[in-house]
C-alpha cells in the first residue's frame, strides 16, 4: 500500500476558496488513480472527485461539479484539490486514496487512504 498525506485543510467562511494537497509515497505495482472523499460527522464516507494515472478526464460528485477541480502534480504522486464557493455541506473530513482498479467513483475500490484534512465551512 501507499503512503498518503493531505494538508491543506482549515476553517473558511461559505463563498470562500481552499486548496487541498496530498502526496503519495512508498512503493508502487503500477499506474494508480486519485480521489478525494469525505465524511461529515454521523454520515458515511462519499465520493468528491477522482482523476485517473492518464488524466484523461476528471470524475466529480454532482454536489461539487462546477465549484471543485481536482488535478494531479506532475510527479503524479501528488494530487489536489481546488475548492472554489464552498458551502457549509462542504464541512468534513477529506481524505486522498488510491487505487489501481478502474472503477474510480466507488470508495470499496480504493485500497490506500490518508489519516485526512478537516475542512470547516462557517455560514
Known amino acids: 500500500q501507499l503512503q498518503l498525506v493531505e494538508s491543506g485543510g482549515g476553517l473558511v467562511q461559505a463563498g470562500g476558496s481552499l486548496r487541498l494537497s496530498c502526496v503519495a509515497s512508498g512503493r508502487t505495482r503500477g499506474d494508480f488513480a486519485m480521489g478525494w472523499f469525505r465524511q461529515a460527522p454521523g454520515k458515511e464516507r462519499e465520493f468528491v472527485a477522482a482523476?485517473?494515472?492518464?488524466?484523461?478526464?476528471?470524475y466529480y460528485s454532482d454536489s461539487v461539479k462546477g465549484r471543485f477541480t481536482i488535478s494531479r502534480g506532475n510527479d503524479r504522486n501528488r494530487v489536489y484539490l481546488q475548492m472554489n464557493q464552498v458551502k457549509p455541506e462542504d464541512t468534513g473530513v477529506y481524505h486522498c486514496?488510491?487505487?489501481?482498479?478502474?472503477?474510480?467513483?466507488?470508495?470499496?475500490?480504493?485500497?490506500?487512504w490518508g489519516q485526512g484534512t478537516q475542512v470547516t465551512v462557517s455560514s
Open positions: 486514496a488510491t487505487t489501481y482498479a478502474t472503477r474510480w467513483l466507488e470508495t470499496a475500490k480504493y485500497d490506500s
Open positions: 482523476i485517473p494515472w492518464s488524466e484523461s478526464r476528471t
